[in-house]
T-cell receptor, first 111, second 116 residues
């Protein structure tokens, strides 16, 4: 069974600091990688997608992908209390439409 | 501006009942998915469909079936509900894996099912 692993946390970060979330995956053929944010009681929403090695920046968010080491990370700069949520890493299997999710990392930003 | 609509937000059913969970999307997406989400286990794929009348088993299909008679509608069926199917059920849809926006899932609000 293909696996996507995340540190479940909880991860606590002071307001204004950088939050770093990590994810590893088992399938070397995985093609597409996603970070979703899920607030308590809500459904997941996409915040970043990344398809090639390197960094991808979008505002305060940076996704990093290293296919050789099979990990993908999400950095949140200038963390805000509104960033407190569970962050889900998702990986698309090679050759099909399925996304496999990690169990999520719960992030708390401390004011 | 609702794009993926799940018919029921909360349901309470009894063991052995047949349960239908409905999902409709208005984005003309080819792919539709049913996940369940449980504490500590994350999101697990039950079934998905990449076209009308097509279905593929996900990671935990046992005890479930699906129906996709129209492109916009994907139904999850619990033939005989059991207590271990108490969960949050999330429907999602996406475009196929090629092109801009490929595989970006849009989720519905979820259906919380309790089986007594």
């Amino acid at each position: 069974q293909k696996e996507v692993e995340q540190n479940s946390g909880p991860l606590s970060v002071p307001e204004g600091a950088i939050a770093s979330l990590n994810c590893t995956y088992s399938d070397r053929g995985s093609q597409s990688f996603f970070w979703y944010r899920q607030y308590s009681g809500k459904s997941p929403e996409l915040i970043m997608s990344i398809y090639s090695n390197g960094d991808k920046e979008d505002g305060r968010f940076t996704a990093q992908l290293n296919k050789a080491s099979q990990y993908v990370s999400l950095l949140i700069r200038d963390s805000q209390p509104s960033d407190s949520a569970t962050y889900l890493c998702a990986v698309r299997d090679f050759g099909n439409e399925k996304l496999t999710f990690g169990t999520g990392t719960r992030l708390t930003i401390i004011p | 501006d609702v794009k993926v609509t799940q018919s029921s937000r909360y349901l309470v059913k009894r063991t052995g009942e047949k349960v239908f969970l409905e999902c409709v999307q208005d984005m003309d997406h080819e792919n539709m998915f049913w996940y369940r989400q449980d504490p500590g286990l994350g999101l697990r794929l039950i079934y998905f469909s990449y076209d009308v009348k097509m279905k593929e088993k996900g990671d935990i299909p046992e005890g479930y079936s699906v129906s996709r008679e129209k492109k916009e509608r994907f139904s999850l069926i619990l033939e005989s509900a059991s207590t271990n199917q108490t969960s949050m059920y999330l429907c999602a849809s996406s475009f196929p894996r090629v092109g801009s926006g490929a595989n970006v899932l849009t989720f519905g609000a979820g259906s919380r099912l309790t089986v007594l």
